[in-house]
């Protein structure tokens, strides 16, 4: 079983922020494998397939500071670090590149650190979205805002692509994805 979760922030307030890109990337996997998302264990949850390997989608309903409390739930199920992709925003990228690494520290990101202390591990496989970055703005601000109508294009694009993403991670292996995706 492959657990894949969506960093974002619950509610409408936040839904189209550049802090949820990693909920927009659930909702396309779960559009694009025929999955549905209930409510479950404090998340938005759906379990489907993806080349006969098992995989749970994940949209914590906790706040973006709190995702390891919704980790805690499905931690005794993860067996070895790449059981678990993680799909989050990055100021540090450029708006709509992507970058997939395994392993490495938060980078500053508060879900991504919260993900490490219930883990007690970084070895996880994370899908970064980038997302830019304003440097005339606190970066708590920034990352609550929408895109532009020129980003949201951009990122609409991106999605998609880290959709196909993290369907080859575990179609073809995180080294060849790498390879394709970064």
Same mark, same amino acid.
């Given at each position: 079983m492959i657990f894949i979760i969506g960093l974002g922030n619950p509610g409408t307030r936040y839904q189209l922020t550049r802090h949820n890109v990693g %909920?927009?990337?659930i909702d396309q996997l779960a559009v694009g494998l025929g999955v549905k998302l209930t409510e479950k264990n404090v998340s938005h949850v759906g379990n489907g397939n993806i080349a006969e390997t @098992? /995989? #749970?989608l994940i949209k914590p309903l906790t706040f973006m500071n709190l995702s390891g409390q919704v980790?805690?739930?499905y931690k005794n199920s993860?067996?070895?670090? #790449?059981?678990? /992709?993680v799909i +989050?925003?990055? /100021?540090?990228?450029? #708006?709509g590149r992507l970058k997939i690494k395994q392993g490495g520290s938060s980078g500053g990101h508060k @879900?991504? +650190?919260s993900i490490i202390d219930t883990l007690g591990s970084?070895? %996880?496989i994370r899908v970064k979205i980038g997302v830019g970055r304003d440097i005339n703005m606190p970066v708590e601000e920034y990352v609550l805002r929408k895109f532009s109508k020129v980003e949201k294009i951009i990122i609409d694009e991106t999605i998609v692509t880290a959709s196909d993403?993290? /369907?080859s991670i575990i179609t073809n292996g995180l080294e060849i994805t790498m390879n394709k995706f970064n």
């Open positions: %909920f927009l990337v @098992g /995989i #749970t980790i805690k739930v993860i067996n070895a670090p #790449t059981d678990l /992709i +989050q925003d990055d /100021i540090d990228i450029e #708006t @879900g991504v +650190q970084r070895d %996880f993403a993290v /369907i």
